[in-house]
């Protein structure tokens, strides 16, 4: 997968907790970085598959059968 450079900055606390960690598992700040984003961004994905849920539930989001979807874009 190609690399994106991507210039970010931290809080003070946040970035020693940054050095503090990948030193006590001997990883680089990168990595530590990538896999903290990788697991929020599993997270996150949860909550919101959940909230897709939840406005189905409520009427707020309507659902169509995929069969007619297709149908209706002349995909058969």
């Known amino acids: 997968m190609p690399t994106v450079k ?3 900055s931290f809080d003070s606390h946040i970035a ?3 050095e503090v960690v990948s030193e006590a598992l001997q990883i680089s ?3 530590l970085v990538e896999r903290a984003l990788d ?3 599993d997270h996150t ?3 919101i598959a959940q909230k897709i849920s939840d ?3 409520k009427g707020k989001v309507a659902l169509h059968d995929a069969d007619e979807v297709f149908k209706s874009l ?3």
Do not use: A, M, P, W
């Open 45 to 47: 994905d949860s909550l």
């Open 29 to 31: 700040q990168k990595e």
């Open 39 to 41: 697991f929020y961004f």
């Open 55 to 57: 406005d189905v539930q």
């Open 74 to 76: 002349g995909i058969e």
């Open 16 to 18: 020693t907790e940054l």
């Open 6 to 8: 991507k210039l970010i």
